[in-house]
Every structure is written in C-alpha cells, then in structure tokens.
C-alpha cells in the first residue's frame, strides 16, 4: 500500500503542479490537512535546492476558534524553519467575519461559509502575491473535491465546475497558480498521517461549518463510501473526464480588473467588493 507521501509526489507529477525553481505559497489554517501538506511539502522542497515554501495563514477573525489556529500553524512553520505570513480579514477589509455574520444574520440569503470563501479567496491570492509566489498550493482534499463537484451540479455552476480543478490554469489573469497536492487523498489518511507522525493541529471545527449545504453532502458522501467503497475516487475520476467537454461547452472565461481593487473578475466589480460594498449598505 502506498504511503500518503508517495501518493502525494504522484499527484503532484501526474498534474505538473510545481517547478524546481517555484515560489510556493502554502495556505495554511492550522487544521490536519493544511498543517499535514505543510510537513509533506517541506520533506519535498528538501531535494529542491531552489524551491522557496512560505506559509500563509488567514485570520478570518472568529472569536474563541481562529487565534489557536494561527497558533498552532505559527509553530508548525517554526518547527520546519518555514516562513510565515499572517494576513487577517479586518486588517484587509476592515471586517472579521463575526462581524460580518451579525450584519447578515437577518438577511437569511447566504452562510456564513459563503461569505468567508469569498473573502478567504481574495486574501490568499492577495497575500501569495505579495511574496512574489508562482504558485499557491491549497489543502483541498479528496472528500472536499467530491463535496465541491456536488455543491456546484445543485447550484447549476457550470462556469465553476470548469474553473475548479487540481491545478488552475496557469496564466489565469491576476490569479497566482492554484494546485492542489491532497486532491487524490482521502480526508481519513490525511487525518492518520497526522496522528502517527505526531502533528500537531487544531482539533476544534469552525463554529459556523455545520450551517451549510456542505456539511449535509459530507454526511451523505460519507454514508454513501462505507457502502460502496470508492465511490468518491469514482466521483472525481468522473469529473475529470466531464470537465473538458464542459470548458468547451463553457467557452473561454475571460478575466479582468476589478474597476474597485484591481483583483481578477468575470465581471466590473469582483464578489468580494460586492459583498463589502453590501455590507457598507446594511450598517447604514
């Protein structure tokens, strides 16, 4: 049986995820996936002299959950010698995102993870940019790629069900390279490699996950792969093979600056602006 190290390295090659001279940017939460694709990087980067790893860490502002996160992912870093950067939610939009759950709250139009991967979204690409990186790699992993593809078939998204694959597609206007190390390993691995190899990560779940569809497609994949083993390997390799004739039935997607921040958009304004320049409206 292979390790998840090894799985990992044949992910990584069989999507030509990174170069030998890549910048990468980890996004870095502080939970079993993203700490365990930090110490799975970092054995990596060893054999690549001129390969640079820095750790990015957002700080959505979630009281009594994130600051033992950033914690736990600031000694991570420490303990591999890997730089870190903290780039926080109400230091870039002047919000945290209890702030923004009490101004929404009454609207009932969105969760509170809906907005966060909004904004969460943004901050990533606005902080690997500004260490210059070519390449942001994320901790998305098999369970959460199966969830996704779900998530998009019952909102109708097919745009998103283009644009969300294991390696976004390089040069994408404004947006630094996303790939995804973990998307070919099962969240209970992952979870495993941390426990035997003695990884410290935050045990506590975000206080808001259980408020989305999300969680309801994870109990219901879950139920669905102790049944029928495999099933979400199945899922994702279907996707795989779908996703071409869905990009050409798409179109080319194009992208430009947001008239408001500079960030890439498909339309004038991005959804983070327009969710801020919303919640301007709601405090009034």
Do not use: W
């Amino acid at each position: 049986m292979k390790s998840v190290e090894e799985k990992v390295k044949e992910t990584i090659s069989r999507y030509r995820m990174f170069r030998p001279t890549d910048k990468i940017a980890v996004a870095v939460s502080g939970g079993k996936d993203s700490v365990t694709l930090l110490h799975i990087l970092s054995q990596i980067e060893k054999d690549f002299p001129k390969t640079k790893l820095t750790a990015i860490t957002i700080d959505e502002g979630i009281h009594g959950y994130r600051s033992e996160a950033v914690k736990i992912a600031r000694e991570n870093c420490e303990k591999l010698n890997v730089e870190h950067k903290v780039i926080s939610f109400k230091k870039l939009y002047g919000y945290e995102l209890d702030d923004v759950v009490e101004i929404t709250r009454e609207l009932g139009e969105l969760t509170p993870c809906s907005y966060c991967g909004v904004l969460r979204r943004k901050a990533l690409n606005i902080a690997a940019k500004s260490i210059s990186a070519t390449k942001l790699a994320t901790a998305h992993n098999l369970d959460d790629e199966t969830q996704t593809i779900l998530l998009n078939i019952i909102h109708g998204d097919a745009v998103r069900i283009a644009r969300v694959e294991p390696t976004l597609e390089e040069g994408a206007g404004g947006f630094v390279q996303r790939v995804k190390p973990f998307c070919e390993i099962p969240e209970n691995e992952a979870a495993l490699y941390a426990y035997l190899k003695k990884i410290r990560f935050q045990t506590t779940p975000c206080p808001y996950r259980y408020e989305a569809m999300r969680g309801d497609i994870r109990v219901m994949l879950n139920k669905l792969e102790v049944k029928y083993p495999g099933v979400k390997f199945t899922i994702f390799r279907s996707m795989e093979r779908l996703r071409p004739a869905i990009k050409s039935a798409v179109g080319k997607i194009e992208l430009r600056e947001c008239k408001n921040c500079g960030e890439p958009t498909i339309g004038n304004i991005c959804k983070p602006c327009e969710t801020l320049l919303k919640l301007k409206q709601l405090k009034k």
